[in-house]
Nanobody
Framework: QVQLVESGGGSVEAGGSLRLSCGAS?????????????AKWFRQAPGKQREWVAL???????NYRQSVRDRFTISADDTSNTMYLEMNNLKPEDTAVYFC?????????WGPGTQVTVSS
């Protein structure tokens, strides 16, 4: 069983930056869990459906939602078993609860989310 917990959210003015972290723990976790499994960041704003933001495929290839491409960067640290989402030049439309997601043996794991609020 893997537990995921996001952190690093907060309030920032437009144009600012935040770095979100997603820590993995539990007896089923390992030191390279975000590198050997597909890992993703999602976000959900009030009144909107949850949407995919970024993903990391095994051994590092990444992809991004068009609206965040060139502003967000997904990465992972195998030593600490942590995935990151670096968000730069934040916009008010980035305001949402951000979730990390991991698929292990066809089973999805989700964190509880962390709030990101960007003021205009």
């Amino acid at each position: 069983q893997v537990q995921l917990v996001e952190s690093g959210g907060g309030s920032v003015e437009a144009g600012g930056s935040l770095r979100l972290s997603c820590g993995a723990s539990g007896t089923a976790s390992n030191s390279n869990i975000f590198s050997v499994n597909t890992a993703k960041w999602f976000r959900q704003a009030p009144g909107k459906q949850r949407e995919w933001v970024a993903l990391m495929t095994p051994h590092g290839p990444t992809n991004y939602r068009q609206s965040v491409r060139d502003r967000f960067t997904i990465s992972a640290d195998d030593t600490s078993n942590t995935m990151y989402l670096e968000m730069n030049n934040l916009k008010p439309e980035d305001t949402a609860v951000y979730f990390c997601n991991l698929e292990i043996n066809m089973k999805p794991y989700w964190g509880p989310g962390t709030q990101v609020t960007v003021s205009s």
